[in-house]
């Protein structure tokens, strides 16, 4: 078996110095060969080192505990807010980039949505 290749966005569980709890990271750099090298935390923005033989079973999928209201693109989301969306599940907004436009961090990747969009008449 190779060794999973992996590309910049997907999510990668990882335990935070700095929030003390082990959660999603969002991953920022890969080497030529798809290995993580940094990851950064969508909670505290800490950017860190990624440690191979750490916790990389990608096929451990931590669900996490709070569920939430399905993906309404006409909501307006809040950082920290989670999200069942029918085609990516689970996810939860980390960062709200324009007033329209935030990122999820999804169970395999963040991902760029709409948000706080008005009804067409
Ligand atoms: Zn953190």
Do not use: W
């Amino acid at each position: 078996m190779e060794k999973p290749v992996f590309t910049v966005g997907e999510r990668v569980e990882k335990l935070c110095i700095t929030c003390n709890e082990v959660r999603g990271h969002v991953v920022v750099s890969v080497t030529k060969r798809g290995q993580i090298s940094r990851v950064s935390c969508p909670k505290c923005g800490e950017r860190s080192a990624f440690k191979s033989n750490a916790t990389t079973d990608a096929n451990a999928k931590r669900s996490t505990a709070k569920a939430g209201a399905p993906y309404d693109r006409t909501r307006t989301y809040r950082t920290g807010q989670a999200m069942m969306h029918p085609t990516f599940g689970l996810g939860e907004v980390t960062k709200v980039i324009e007033p329209c436009k935030i990122d999820v961090l999804f169970a395999d990747r963040m991902r760029r949505l709409i948000h706080s969009v008005q009804p067409q008449e």
